[in-house]
């Protein structure tokens, strides 16, 4: 994740999307009960943040 | 007779279990024996490697474990018992119990419009949470940003939405996604003011669409700030096991660390796995989702979501009308 994101074009669109080929049947095959269980939370931890300017000496 | 089997159950689930899973592993320094010296003759111990059981129990053999109650069962077959002649009596003792620490985040029923999401990502597998909203389609979910689009970079593929998810049981079954929305810039970006993605998924086996199973809350953009929140998650990473659902309330305040992210906070300590969680205005699920949850700072309880605002609703009503 970028801290400093580009800013769209005036022209650009502001939404995205993606139409998934897989059928159903393909995603269901690929989640078996160890995948899931195997599965990775997928989270964002940004660091800990230090002392703001009016904290420090 | 119940009682006896209950005690017995209890003390062999603790003691021949573990001892025999810790030898098996090599983790294990020795068989039980008496100890030496001036301990008591009639108490036994071992020693265990306390890394050594934290390798062993693989997902794998934790599912595949046998129940203590099976041990106890052997034992009475055995006909070990001491004769209540032979068991002495001591004067009476008794210890305080202790609790673990508390969490922010307090446990919750499932609910059904709520659920996890799978999904893979950069060859990976990933869980998040999701919510079912009222849509034009009737089978829209809302979830992070950052649990459909690497932002910036590629889509997940994979996409399954498991509402009620409850240790491991899908009692709505499993929704596959057709399509994937987010805003441009977190697509291209990953611009943390809107880390919000929809999935649309396909009709279920008998051809039913998602929120007419499982329902769906309103949603609601462009709301004022600082209001009382309720989030809802399924937190996997400890001290949380990813089971169950959580939940936590609070008044949102703005992200003082990174304000031009113009998210808000609520006090949450649930952890990675509840992203994409749902926030309803209010104090409980019947509420209007306003927000997801996004991020956190290391070491703080403190969970983020992006303001839903012009940008993030007309990403909705795309995903919605598809």
Redesign the interface.
Known sequence: ???N??K?EPD?????????T?S?EE??E??T?????????????????GP?PADQD | MTRTRSLASGLLTFSAATVLALTSAGGASAAPAPSGGNADPSVASVTVNAAGAADYWTPERMQSAVPGDTLAGKALERGNRSSPAVVEKGKPSSTKGTKGKPTIAQSEDPVSHIGKVFFTMGGANYVCSGNAVTSANGSTVATAGHCVNEGPGAYATNFVFVPAYDNGAAPYGKWTAKALYAPTQWVSSGDMTYDTGFAVVNPDSNGDLLTDVVGGSGTAFNQARGLTYTSYGYPQAAPFNGTSLWSCTGTASADPNNPQFGTQGIPCDMTGGSSGGPWFIGTDSDGVQNSINSYGYKGSAVMYGPYWGRVIQDTFTRAAKS
Not at chain 1, 12 to 20: A, K, T
Not at chain 1, 37 to 46: F, H
Request: hydrophobic share 30%; no cysteine; proline share 18%.
């Open positions: 994740m970028q801290q994101p580009k769209p650009e669109d502001p939404v995205s999307h993606v139409d998934l897989q159903p995603v269901l690929y989640w009960k160890e995948r899931m269980a195997e599965a990775k939370p997928r989270e964002i931890k940004l660091p800990e943040p703001r």
